[in-house]
């Protein structure tokens, strides 16, 4: 089961066992730090950053507000703990995939591509992406600690695909693989898009999925490469 330890205001989760395979008597203490994250996006969601008051986050979770300062140090440190929950596992997921992947670097790029679509767009990591642009000028360390939880980190996710994809000359060098990050933008479009406009002229997550991957292929594969790997794709 999954045990969380905490340093300096921050979350960090490790598997544990027990050796009767139940699980340990202080389950309810170790559950609660999840739960105070899941009621932080709650509150962030409806509030954003400055609105948000660590009592109704307290509230919503069903505890003091004291309690929160066993694992949090600030309202800083719980928006930094929902950043980790939800761009970890994605950041996690989509270097397994640079890792070991045997494929094409245009298959690779598809599947990168609809798993941030899966997990940007449809997830609770757009509420977070809304206060960074909503909130970010008023709260610098919000943007500075998001730029290194996952912005800086997914850069250099992608700069590793595209040193593969030159290396096999299945990418062609040009101001695009220069700067890698245009390559993951669409999907930012799609996530502003559903927060801001989707009710006044929706437009379905398959729509821009397609439109993403015939943008990126189209721009920086090869001829061999481009040619043929949309309608493939798609």
């Known amino acids: 089961m999954t045990h969380w330890s905490f340093t300096g205001g921050r979350i960090f989760m490790d598997e544990v066992s027990t050796a009767s395979g139940r699980p340990p008597r202080r389950r309810r203490k170790e559950a609660r730090p999840a739960e105070l994250i899941r009621a932080g996006l709650e509150e962030f969601a409806l509030h954003g950053f400055a609105g948000t008051r660590l009592e109704d986050v307290a509230r919503r979770a069903g505890v003091v507000k004291g309690t929160i300062y066993r694992y949090f140090t600030d309202k800083e440190a719980l928006f930094l703990a929902a950043v980790r929950l939800e761009v970890a596992?994605?950041?996690?997921?989509?270097?397994?995939?640079?890792?070991?992947?045997?494929?094409?670097?245009?298959?690779?790029?598809?599947?990168?591509?609809?798993?941030?679509?899966?997990?940007?767009?449809?997830?609770?990591?757009?509420?977070?992406?809304?206060?960074?642009?909503?909130?970010?000028?008023?709260?610098?360390?919000?943007?500075?600690?998001?730029?290194?939880?996952?912005?800086?980190?997914?850069?250099?996710?992608?700069?590793?695909?595209?040193?593969?994809?030159?290396?096999?000359?299945?990418?062609?060098?040009?101001?695009?693989?220069?700067?890698?990050?245009?390559?993951?933008?669409?999907?930012?479009?799609a996530a502003i898009w559903r927060m801001t406009f989707d009710r006044h002229a929706s437009i379905s997550s398959e729509d821009f999925l397609a439109a993403h991957i015939d943008l990126v292929f189209h721009g920086v594969l090869t001829g061999d490469e481009r040619d043929w790997s949309v309608t493939r794709a798609l």
Do not use: C, W
């Open 89 to 189: 596992p994605v950041l996690s997921q989509i270097t397994g995939f640079i890792d070991t992947y045997p494929g094409t670097t245009r298959d690779l790029l598809k599947l990168i591509i609809e798993t941030v679509h899966r997990q940007l767009v449809n997830s609770d990591l757009r509420v977070l992406i809304r206060i960074i642009i909503a909130e970010g000028e008023r709260f610098p360390a919000l943007t500075e600690l998001y730029y290194a939880e996952t912005i800086s980190k997914g850069r250099a996710l992608l700069e590793r695909v595209v040193e593969r994809g030159i290396a096999r000359g299945e990418i062609r060098e040009g101001a695009a693989a220069r700067l890698p990050l245009v390559l993951i933008a669409p999907a930012l479009m």
